[in-house]
C-alpha cells in the first residue's frame, strides 16, 4: 500500500511532520469509500451510458470510522519512509488555483509541513464539512486524526493494515493523492505551451490541453501576447488508460480535437454532473486509422462524488463539478481545442513560432498553386483518397475543380490561422484558417487535416465551416 496521504507531500512536509510529532509522520487513516453510485441509466451516447453503468463511487467514512482506522494503520505505516519528491523548477509555472477545494487541500499539506498539525486539522476538518464527498481531502482528514493519538495508544493491527493496504478503493485514494502533488510539484516551465498548439486564432480565446499520465487538464488563454496557462485541474480518463481504438474499449482517445456542443445538465443523468461537453471524436484522423466509437465527452461527477480515481470512466475525461462549471464559462463551441495526449511535451514559444513557419510554408505554396490555376500543380498536394466532409463526401478530382473555379486565379488573404500539431505513427496536423478573396469582405472558413509523407505535406481531409 501506499504511504499515507500526508507522506506522500513533498519532503518539508514529511520532515517538518517528524520533527513536530514523530508518532504523526506515517501514520495511515481510512476515509474507506463503500457503497456504489447509482449508474445512470439513460441520457447521452451510448459510450457514456455505459460509463455511468459501471462508474463506482465512494461514500465518505464517519468521523468514528476514520479514527479507530488511523490508530490501526499507524503502526504499520510507522516505519515507511516518505517518498523523496523532485525539486520543483525555478522557472516553472506558478500554481492555480483551479479548484477551490484542491487549493484548500494544499494549504493542508503545506500547514502539516510546516510542523503545524492542528491548523491543518482545523483546515481539513472545515474542508471535509465543506466537500463531504470529497473522498481524498476525508483520507487526509484522518491521517491529521492519527496524529492526535499517542504512540502509546496506537495498537498494531496487522490484520486490519493489510485489509487496508489490498483494498482498491484506497489504493486509487492513495494513487489520486499522488497526481494531485505530482501535478503541484512538476509544474510545466514558465513560458512554454504543449507542443501541439504552434498557434491559435485569436477567435479561439481558449484552449485545452489534458495530459493523462498526471491526470490533468490545462487551461490557456490566448491573448494578445500569446498563449498563458491560467488553471488547472485534476482529472480521470479511462479505466484502461489512452489510445482509445474501438468501441468499448473504456480507453481515452488520444490527438486533436475541438468542443462540439455543451449539453445542459438538465437533460442529464445526475451521474455527468454539473455538464457535458463533448468532442468530435471519431477526428478525421481517427476515421482514417479505422477508430471506433462515439460519445467522449468531458463532464463532471455524480452530487455524491466530489472526483474519480485516475482511471475510472469508460474513456470520457472527467473533472469535479466546481472545475467543471469553471470550465463552461470558457469555452467556445466549434472554437475551443481540446488536446488529449498521454504524456504532454512543452516547448516555448518561439519554438512554437519556429515549427508554425515550417507548415506555414506548404499552405502557402498550396494557396499559390491555387491561385495559379494549374491544376497539376494543385493536385500534388492531395492525396488520392482525399474527401471533403458534406452530405455526400466529395473526392480529390471534384475538389480540384472546384478550386480553381473558386479562386479563378484571384489573390487571397488567409487569416484567423490555428495550427495544431499531432504526432504519433504519424505527423499530421490539424489547419483552421478563414479566407478572403481580394475585393471581397466575405470567405470561407475551412478546417483541413494534414499528413506529412516523405517529407511533404499532404490533404486527407476538409470542412468548409462556413
Same mark, same amino acid.
Not at 490484520?159 to 509544474?187: D, F, K, T
Not at 504552434?198 to 480565446?205: G, K, N, P, Q, V
Not at 443523468?269 to 484522423?285: E, V
Not at 508554425?356 to 488520392?384: C, H, M, V
Given at each position: 500500500m501506499a504511504a499515507s496521504a500526508l507522506a506522500l507531500a513533498t519532503p518539508g512536509v514529511a520532515l517538518a511532520a517528524n520533527n513536530h510529532n514523530s508518532s504523526a509522520s506515517s501514520k495511515t487513516a481510512n476515509a474507506k469509500n463503500s457503497g456504489t453510485t447509482k449508474a445512470a441509466k439513460a441520457g447521452g451516447s451510448r459510450a457514456s451510458a455505459k460509463e455511468a453503468k459501471s462508474a463506482k463511487a465512494g461514500s465518505g467514512s464517519s468521523k468514528a470510522q476514520l479514527q479507530a482506522k488511523s490508530k490501526r494503520? !499507524?503502526? #504499520?505505516?510507522? $516505519? =515507511?519512509?516518505? %517518498?523523496?519528491?523532485?525539486?520543483?523548477?525555478?522557472?516553472?509555472?506558478?500554481?492555480?488555483e483551479a479548484s477551490g477545494a484542491e487549493a484548500r487541500l494544499i494549504g493542508v499539506y503545506e500547514l502539516f509541513g510546516r510542523g503545524k498539525t492542528r491548523e491543518a486539522l482545523a483546515k481539513a476538518q472545515t474542508l471535509v464539512r465543506d466537500h463531504p464527498n470529497f473522498q481524498l481531502a476525508q483520507l487526509?482528514?484522518?491521517?491529521?486524526?492519527?496524529?492526535?493519538?499517542?504512540?502509546?495508544?496506537?495498537?498494531?493491527?496487522?490484520?486490519?493494515?493489510?485489509r487496508l493496504r489490498g483494498n482498491p478503493a484506497m489504493v486509487?485514494?492513495?494513487?489520486?493523492?499522488?497526481?494531485?502533488?505530482?501535478?503541484?510539484?512538476?509544474?510545466?516551465?514558465?513560458?512554454?505551451?504543449?507542443?501541439?498548439?504552434?498557434?491559435?486564432?485569436?477567435?479561439?480565446?481558449? !484552449?485545452? #490541453?489534458?495530459? $493523462? =499520465?498526471?491526470? %490533468?487538464?490545462y487551461l490557456f488563454e490566448n491573448a494578445d501576447k500569446g498563449m498563458k496557462l491560467v488553471a488547472d485541474y485534476y482529472i480521470s480518463v479511462g479505466k484502461s488508460g489512452t489510445d482509445k481504438a474501438v468501441e468499448g474499449d473504456a480507453?481515452?482517445?488520444?490527438?486533436?480535437?475541438?468542443?462540439t456542443s455543451s449539453l445542459d445538465p438538465r437533460s442529464l443523468k445526475d451521474f455527468y454532473g454539473a455538464g457535458a461537453l463533448p468532442i468530435n471524436y471519431p477526428n478525421p484522423y481517427d476515421v482514417r486509422r479505422g477508430k471506433t466509437g462515439s460519445g467522449i465527452w468531458l463532464h463532471g461527477t455524480p452530487p455524491q462524488q466530489f472526483a474519480r480515481a485516475p482511471l475510472a470512466s469508460d474513456g470520457c475525461v472527467v473533472m469535479a463539478n466546481p472545475d467543471l462549471k469553471q470550465l463552461l464559462r470558457k469555452v467556445q463551441i466549434g472554437a475551443t481545442p481540446v488536446v488529449t495526449a498521454r504524456s504532454l511535451q512543452w516547448i516555448s514559444q518561439p519554438q512554437a513560432e519556429k515549427e508554425e513557419k515550417k507548415f506555414a510554408d506548404s499552405i502557402t505554396a498550396w494557396k499559390d498553386a491555387r491561385a495559379s490555376g494549374n491544376e497539376a500543380?494543385?493536385?500534388?498536394?492531395?492525396?488520392?483518397?482525399?474527401?471533403?466532409?458534406s452530405r455526400k463526401p466529395v473526392d480529390a478530382d471534384s475538389v480540384l475543380r472546384d478550386e480553381l473555379t473558386y479562386a479563378q486565379g484571384k489573390r487571397v488573404q488567409i487569416k484567423d490561422v490555428s495550427y495544431l500539431h499531432w504526432r504519433d505513427t504519424e505527423d499530421t496536423m490539424v489547419a483552421t484558417f478563414g479566407e478572403v478573396f481580394e475585393g471581397e469582405k466575405n470567405g470561407r472558413t475551412r478546417r483541413q487535416y494534414w499528413l506529412r509523407q516523405a517529407g511533404e505535406w499532404k490533404l486527407f481531409h476538409e470542412e468548409i465551416l462556413g
Amino acid at each position: 500500500m501506499a504511504a499515507s496521504a500526508l507522506a506522500l507531500a513533498t519532503p518539508g512536509v514529511a520532515l517538518a511532520a517528524n520533527n513536530h510529532n514523530s508518532s504523526a509522520s506515517s501514520k495511515t487513516a481510512n476515509a474507506k469509500n463503500s457503497g456504489t453510485t447509482k449508474a445512470a441509466k439513460a441520457g447521452g451516447s451510448r459510450a457514456s451510458a455505459k460509463e455511468a453503468k459501471s462508474a463506482k463511487a465512494g461514500s465518505g467514512s464517519s468521523k468514528a470510522q476514520l479514527q479507530a482506522k488511523s490508530k490501526r494503520a !499507524a503502526v #504499520a505505516d510507522s $516505519a =515507511s519512509p516518505a %517518498r523523496p519528491a523532485r525539486k520543483t523548477a525555478r522557472t516553472a509555472a506558478p500554481i492555480q488555483e483551479a479548484s477551490g477545494a484542491e487549493a484548500r487541500l494544499i494549504g493542508v499539506y503545506e500547514l502539516f509541513g510546516r510542523g503545524k498539525t492542528r491548523e491543518a486539522l482545523a483546515k481539513a476538518q472545515t474542508l471535509v464539512r465543506d466537500h463531504p464527498n470529497f473522498q481524498l481531502a476525508q483520507l487526509v482528514y484522518g491521517d491529521l486524526l492519527a496524529a492526535q493519538v499517542p504512540p502509546s495508544n496506537a495498537m498494531p493491527d496487522t490484520a486490519g493494515i493489510a485489509r487496508l493496504r489490498g483494498n482498491p478503493a484506497m489504493v486509487e485514494l492513495h494513487e489520486e493523492s499522488r497526481r494531485r502533488l505530482q501535478a503541484l510539484r512538476e509544474r510545466p516551465p514558465a513560458g512554454t505551451v504543449p507542443s501541439q498548439f504552434l498557434t491559435l486564432s485569436t477567435r479561439s480565446r481558449f !484552449a485545452i #490541453a489534458v495530459d $493523462a =499520465s498526471r491526470s %490533468r487538464l490545462y487551461l490557456f488563454e490566448n491573448a494578445d501576447k500569446g498563449m498563458k496557462l491560467v488553471a488547472d485541474y485534476y482529472i480521470s480518463v479511462g479505466k484502461s488508460g489512452t489510445d482509445k481504438a474501438v468501441e468499448g474499449d473504456a480507453r481515452t482517445p488520444l490527438g486533436v480535437y475541438y468542443i462540439t456542443s455543451s449539453l445542459d445538465p438538465r437533460s442529464l443523468k445526475d451521474f455527468y454532473g454539473a455538464g457535458a461537453l463533448p468532442i468530435n471524436y471519431p477526428n478525421p484522423y481517427d476515421v482514417r486509422r479505422g477508430k471506433t466509437g462515439s460519445g467522449i465527452w468531458l463532464h463532471g461527477t455524480p452530487p455524491q462524488q466530489f472526483a474519480r480515481a485516475p482511471l475510472a470512466s469508460d474513456g470520457c475525461v472527467v473533472m469535479a463539478n466546481p472545475d467543471l462549471k469553471q470550465l463552461l464559462r470558457k469555452v467556445q463551441i466549434g472554437a475551443t481545442p481540446v488536446v488529449t495526449a498521454r504524456s504532454l511535451q512543452w516547448i516555448s514559444q518561439p519554438q512554437a513560432e519556429k515549427e508554425e513557419k515550417k507548415f506555414a510554408d506548404s499552405i502557402t505554396a498550396w494557396k499559390d498553386a491555387r491561385a495559379s490555376g494549374n491544376e497539376a500543380q494543385l493536385k500534388k498536394f492531395y492525396l488520392p483518397d482525399f474527401q471533403r466532409a458534406s452530405r455526400k463526401p466529395v473526392d480529390a478530382d471534384s475538389v480540384l475543380r472546384d478550386e480553381l473555379t473558386y479562386a479563378q486565379g484571384k489573390r487571397v488573404q488567409i487569416k484567423d490561422v490555428s495550427y495544431l500539431h499531432w504526432r504519433d505513427t504519424e505527423d499530421t496536423m490539424v489547419a483552421t484558417f478563414g479566407e478572403v478573396f481580394e475585393g471581397e469582405k466575405n470567405g470561407r472558413t475551412r478546417r483541413q487535416y494534414w499528413l506529412r509523407q516523405a517529407g511533404e505535406w499532404k490533404l486527407f481531409h476538409e470542412e468548409i465551416l462556413g
